[in-house]
């Protein structure tokens, strides 16, 4: 249970909704550290790089298009466990098994339109820090650790 980062994302169905707000205020009021936030829309070609590991499979394409077609909020959210603990606020990938209360289970009814995105291990978070951030990330001091944090 270590300090450590996550790259967390609103996809552009997220944006279009209307759930910036709703989701980085999760994040917020959990006690993690926002360090890093920026709009972005981007191309298929980054995509293609951010989603590398699932070329291949069949819904690839349109998995591409869906988050090359607006503007996602990107974002890095540091704590102790963030990256896990981002999981479980995000919920599970599947719908019929993304639980009420979670990000996916009270916004998302389809795997393809599922809002958000989090890493999936400290090691990935890395990666995808440095992709979308290449000019880095903030460094300040929270005032509330102590109170966060034993
Ligand atoms: P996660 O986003 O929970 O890490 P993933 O990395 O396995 O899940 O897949 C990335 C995204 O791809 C996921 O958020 C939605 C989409 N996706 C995954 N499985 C899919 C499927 N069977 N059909 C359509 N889209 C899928
Ligand atoms: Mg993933």
């Given at each position: 249970?270590?300090?450590?980062?996550?790259?967390?994302?609103?996809?552009?169905?997220?944006?279009?909704?209307?759930?910036?707000?709703?989701?980085?205020?999760?994040?917020?009021?959990?006690?993690f550290?926002?360090?890093?936030?920026?709009?972005?829309?981007?191309?298929?070609?980054?995509?293609?790089?951010?989603?590398?590991?699932?070329?291949?499979?069949?819904?690839?394409?349109?998995?591409?298009?869906?988050?090359?077609?607006?503007?996602?909020v990107?974002?890095?959210?540091?704590?102790?466990?963030?990256?896990?603990?981002?999981?479980?606020?995000?919920?599970?990938?599947?719908?019929?098994?993304?639980?009420p209360?979670?990000?996916?289970?009270?916004?998302?009814?389809?795997?393809?339109?599922?809002?958000?995105?989090?890493?999936?291990?400290?090691?990935?978070?890395?990666?995808?820090?440095?992709?979308?951030?290449?000019?880095?990330?903030?460094?300040?001091?929270?005032?509330?650790?102590?109170?966060?944090?034993?």
């Amino acid at each position: 249970s270590k300090q450590e980062r996550s790259f967390i994302m609103i996809k552009p169905d997220g944006v279009q909704r209307g759930l910036v707000g709703e989701i980085i205020a999760r994040f917020e009021k959990r006690g993690f550290k926002l360090v890093a936030l920026k709009m972005i829309h981007e191309s298929p070609e980054f995509l293609e790089k951010h989603y590398a590991d699932l070329k291949g499979k069949p819904f690839f394409p349109g998995l591409v298009k869906y988050m090359s077609a607006g503007p996602v909020v990107a974002m890095v959210w540091e704590g102790r466990d963030a990256v896990k603990t981002g999981r479980v606020m995000l919920g599970a990938t599947k719908p019929l098994e993304s639980a009420p209360g979670t990000i996916r289970g009270d916004y998302a009814i389809d795997v393809g339109r599922n809002i958000c995105h989090g890493s999936d291990s400290v090691e990935s978070a890395e990666k995808e820090i440095k992709l979308w951030f290449p000019e880095g990330i903030i460094q300040y001091t929270s005032v509330v650790e102590s109170q966060v944090f034993e």
